[in-house]
């Protein structure tokens, strides 16, 4: 599977952007899919993901803000923000593994060319 991120911006506190993630090949569907985000100086972590079956895992700092979810049909992965805080500034990067590996493992999967986001005033 091919990943390609979309939909990274400048966005002021409280404002809200929605990414996506187009994935090319016939495994989306039976992927875990997740967004990670790498701060700058930091390792990349999860931010939140969804298995075939639509269970989702969020980062307790997103928790109640971020939405992940998938088309399918589309072949799409989505993570609607809101309430942006300058905290969640970084690159987005998109990823699909086998749903045997934990989300949590931040270095397994394939990687998308990742998409910067930036909350500033």
């Known amino acids: 599977v091919q990943l390609q991120a979309s939909g990274g911006g400048l966005v002021q506190p409280g404002g809200a952007l929605r990414l996506s993630c187009a994935a090319s090949?016939?495994?989306?569907?039976?992927?875990?899919m997740g967004w990670y985000r790498q701060a700058p100086g930091k390792a990349r972590a999860l931010v939140a993901s969804i298995t075939p079956g639509s269970s989702t895992i969020y980062a307790d700092s997103v928790k109640g803000r971020f939405t992940i979810s998938r088309d399918n049909a589309k072949n799409t992965l989505y993570l609607q923000m809101n309430s942006l805080l300058p905290e969640d500034t970084g690159v987005y990067y998109c990823?699909?593994?086998?749903?045997?590996?934990?989300?949590?493992?931040?270095?397994?999967?394939?990687w998308g060319q990742g998409t910067q986001v930036t909350v500033s005033s």
């Open positions: 090949g016939d495994l989306f569907r039976v992927n875990t």
């Open positions: 990823n699909a593994r086998a749903p045997s590996i934990s989300s949590w493992a931040s270095k397994s999967g394939t």
